[in-house]
Each structure stands twice: as structure tokens, then as C-alpha cells.
């Protein structure tokens, strides 16, 4: 028993016998109260009319009684007696079965003798017995006594339909209930099953499989949660083994072209130390270039782990002129000018090193995928709470095709062009992973006079909101 659904389904049981047994005995305990009720005002007015038509005799003499008796004829269903103070029976209305001259020596009479008004009524087998017993006074003396005693079938037989009818509806609510929540609770436990399913599904790397959803209420909306997190993992998984193959596809060209030029001087036996030279030089040209690739796999992997940095005020501006300067020699390699317009109070909540390296990039591409006498223009500035960092060029731009790939890792357009620069394809991503770590993003558009426009925008630090250590 250590299903919801089983726990439900006592829960639901325990509810209704309880509701039942309720509807069973509440509405019949008041009706009998309500019943006795009537009885006793009914049964002791009757007993005391009979006792104040009876108050005016002097003495109670049989006839007498029998006459005054006679002339109220009130006692319908039930039975009156009239006894004198020693309990002798002095008229009985049952004609019939007359108890005349004996002793009634009931409980409620001789109370009733005592001078008290008694009442007493009992439902037993179908039928209400009741009997009211009052004194008759004359002057405050007590002379004899008015017993009612009346047998109620019908009215018993009232209640017993009401019992059989209560009991009727109680299996048929009872009935449906228990279908209702034996239907409910099979539902909810192959819902419940489909998503256990499911999460072993996942757990052994299935991340394709999907819950289906169906409704609105929690569990349809767990399985739409499941299945965007487990669209994510595979999502995630996708990316990881493209990454990966890259990566390595990356890594296995320098390899292959180290293991060539060492092979080729290890078998030729007599090597001009000149071309033996020559080849070291490309031995090692390949070698920083696995070495500038391993240095950016590693910083894209610190910006996955997300470790807690602590970020501080960096100006935008002040970062850009640094990168600028620090291109210059690369720009005059190239022939490419470059001018910074940087407007003072670009504040972001950065690391400045997170923030050069995005700069540093953008602005190393502009001059790589430029023209001899071109230019390559640095702007940026504070507006609306943004900080916006825009590198012009007037280079050789980027397929449109291209455009939504080029932040992807190891995406290049002219893969030759690009090795040729000592591109790795992962200074985009760089950049898009470092500008989200600061809340910013970054997106590229060709210009209409020609060349590429990369923009880089921050949420802009409030100054006045932040408190220096
Ligand atoms: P890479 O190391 O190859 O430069 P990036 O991630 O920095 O890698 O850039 C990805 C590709 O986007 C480059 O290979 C290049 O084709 C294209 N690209 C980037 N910046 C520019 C630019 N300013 N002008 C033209 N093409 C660019």
C-alpha cells in the first residue's frame, strides 16, 4: 500500500463511510427527536384539557367522569384513562378491552400523582410508545390523575420508510463514489506510471522520448516541464557531441600536419639543416597554433562552469581605446586604420578582462577580414540604461547565409581565410558567452556601403545604485 493511488483510495473509502453513516443517522435522529417532540406537546395538552374539564367536579365519580368524558371525545388514536389518587382506573376510552377498576400503577401516573406532569416515549420496533400522565387539581388538592397512552405505527412507519430510503440513496452515492474514484485514481496512477516511464527513459539517455500531454492541471503541466527538460538535455547532448567532434576535428589537423613535417625529416637522411630548420618553424608554428586553440577551449569551458566572479564597475570606453591601442601594430600589418570614438560614463557591471577579450576580438576580426586600406571604426556610448559598443569595418563582410552561424564554436566562413589569420572559429563564441555573462548580447549585420557591423549592448550600470566596497 504504498501507491498514491491506493493512499487516495482509502482516503476516498474512509470519506465516504463516514459521509454515509452521517446521512444515516443525523437526518433520522432529528426526525425522531422532532416526532417525540410533537408528542409530548400534543399528548400534554390533550392530558390537560381533560385534567381542567375534569378540575370542576367536586368528587370523581365514575359516571360523572364517564359524562365529561363523553362530551370532550378528544382522545382520537390513543388510549385516556382517569384514575382517582390510589391509581384505581376510573374511565378508560377503549371501550372494547376495558381496564375499568383496577390498578394503573405506570411510572409516569404516579409521578403525575405527586402533582408533576410526566411524559415518556419510547420508538421501538416500528412504533412510537408514548404515554403523558397529569394531575387533576382542584384548589391545589390533588384528586386523581389523566394518563394518555397512545401506540404510533403510522408515524413509525414513516421513519422506516425514511430509513429505507436513506439507505437506498446511501449504497447508490456509495456506488457511484467508489466508481468515480476508482476511476480517478487508475487515471491518475497510468499518468503517474507514464512519467516514471518516462524519467527512467531519460536516465538512460533517451532524451528523444516525450510524455504526452493531455489537460491542464499539475501533471499535465510536469509533463510539459519533462519534456522542455528533457528537449533541453538532448538539446544540450546535441550540442556537446558536435562540440566535441569539432574540437577534435580541430585539434587532429595541427596534429596531423606536426606528425607530417617531423616524418619527413626523420626519413630523409640527409636534410639541408637549412630545410630541417625551415620545417621546425612550421613544427612550431602549429604548435602555438594547438596551443591558441587549447587556450580558448579552456576559456570557453570556464565560462560554462559559471563560476562566482565578482564583477565590478568597467567602462566600456576606456576598454575600447585599450584594445584599439593594443591592435595598432596588427592594423599597420594589415594596412587598415582605426579610429575609436568612445563617449566618457560607459559604466557595465563587468570583469574588465572578460570585457577586453570581447572587444579585443570584434576588433581583431574587423582588421583579419579587412582589405589593405581599409578602416575599422570603434564607437560607443550610453543610451536608455544601455551601453552600446558598435565595430565598423569596411572588410570583406559575411554571407547573409552565414550571419546566424557565426557566434556558433568553430564556425568560419572561409575556413582558408581563416587559418590563414590564425583563426580557431571560437573568438565569436567567446565573445556572445562572455557578453551574456554580463547581460549583454551582441548580433552582426552587414552595412549597406559594404563591410560588417558587429554591436555589442550592456544593461548600463546605475551609478548612483551601486555601493562601493
Ligand atoms: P576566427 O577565429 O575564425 O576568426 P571567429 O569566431 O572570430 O573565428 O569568427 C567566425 C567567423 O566569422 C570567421 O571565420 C569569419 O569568417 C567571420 N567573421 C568574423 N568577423 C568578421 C568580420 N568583421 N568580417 C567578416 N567576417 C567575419
Known amino acids: 500500500m504504498h501507491s498514491l493511488s491506493a493512499h487516495l483510495m482509502l482516503l476516498f473509502s474512509a470519506v465516504i463511510v463516514v459521509t454515509l453513516a452521517l446521512i444515516n443517522t443525523y437526518p433520522l435522529l432529528t426526525a425522531q427527536d422532532l416526532m417525540m417532540e410533537t408528542k409530548r406537546s400534543d399528548m400534554l395538552r390533550t392530558a390537560n384539557l381533560v385534567s381542567s374539564s375534569l378540575s370542576g367536579l367536586q368528587t370523581l365519580g365514575r359516571d360523572r367522569v364517564s359524562a365529561v368524558m363523553t362530551q370532550l371525545d378528544l382522545y382520537g388514536e390513543g388510549r385516556i384513562f382517569v384514575t382517582d389518587t390510589a391509581g384505581e382506573i376510573l374511565f378508560d376510552s377503549a371501550a372494547e378491552t376495558s381496564l375499568l377498576g383496577r390498578d394503573l400503577l405506570r411510572r409516569e401516573l404516579l409521578s403525575a400523582l405527586r402533582g408533576q406532569d410526566a411524559f415518556r416515549c419510547v420508538y421501538r420496533d416500528g412504533a412510537f410508545e408514548s404515554s403523558a400522565a397529569v394531575p387533576i387539581t382542584t384548589r391545589s388538592e390533588i384528586f386523581g390523575a389523566v394518563y394518555f397512552y397512545e401506540y404510533d405505527a403510522e408515524q413509525g412507519a414513516l421513519l422506516l420508510s425514511m430509513q429505507r430510503y436513506l439507505r437506498y440513496i446511501s449504497l447508490i452515492l456509495g456506488a457511484l463514489t467508489l466508481l468515480a474514484s476508482l476511476a480517478f485514481s487508475t487515471v491518475l496512477r497510468r499518468r503517474v506510471h507514464r512519467l516514471n516511464v518516462a524519467i527512467s527513459e531519460v536516465r538512460e539517455g533517451h532524451y528523444s522520448h516525450r510524455v504526452p500531454v493531455s489537460g491542464r492541471d499539475e501533471i499535465s503541466r510536469i509533463a510539459e516541464e519533462f519534456n522542455a527538460l528533457s528537449g533541453r538535455l538532448e538539446q544540450t547532448e546535441e550540442l556537446r557531441r558536435q562540440f566535441v567532434s569539432n574540437a577534435s576535428h580541430e585539434l587532429k589537423t595541427p596534429l596531423a600536419s606536426i606528425k607530417l613535417l617531423t616524418d619527413s625529416i626523420l626519413q630523409s637522411r640527409n636534410m639541408e639543416m637549412e630545410d630541417v630548420r625551415e620545417f621546425l618553424g612550421d613544427v612550431s608554428e602549429e604548435i602555438v597554433r594547438l596551443t591558441r586553440i587549447t587556450d580558448r577551449l579552456l576559456n570557453l569551458t570556464r565560462l ?41 560614463d560607459c559604466l557595465v557591471l563587468a570583469e574588465e578582462d572578460g570585457m577586453y577579450q570581447i572587444l579585443f576580438n570584434l576588433v581583431e576580426n574587423a582588421l583579419k577580414y579587412n582589405v589593405p586600406g581599409g578602416s575599422v571604426r570603434v564607437l560607443s556610448y550610453l543610451r536608455d540604461d544601455k551601453v552600446t559598443c558598435i565595430v565598423d569595418d569596411t572588410g570583406i563582410g559575411i554571407p547573409e547565409k552565414d550571419l546566424p552561424q557565426i557566434f556558433d564554436r568553430f564556425y568560419r566562413v572561409d575556413k582558408a581565410r581563416s587559418r590563414e589569420t590564425g583563426g580557431t572559429g571560437l573568438g565569436l563564441a567567446i565573445v556572445q558567452d562572455t557578453a551574456a555573462q554580463y547581460g549583454g548580447r551582441v548580433w552582426a549585420e552587414n552595412r549597406a556601403q559594404g563591410g560588417t557591423r558587429f554591436t555589442v549592448e550592456f544593461p548600463a550600470l546605475d551609478i548612483t545604485r551601486y555601493e562601493f566596497e
Do not use: G, K, W
Not at 594596412?335 to 566618457?344: F, G, K, M, R
Open 304 to 344: 560554462d562552469v559559471n563560476l562566482h566572479r565578482e564583477f565590478i564597475p568597467v567602462s566600456v570606453s576606456y576598454v575600447a581605446e585599450r584594445a584599439a591601442r593594443m591592435l595598432q601594430p596588427l592594423s599597420e600589418h594589415y594596412q587598415v586604420t582605426i579610429t575609436c570614438e568612445a563617449e566618457p
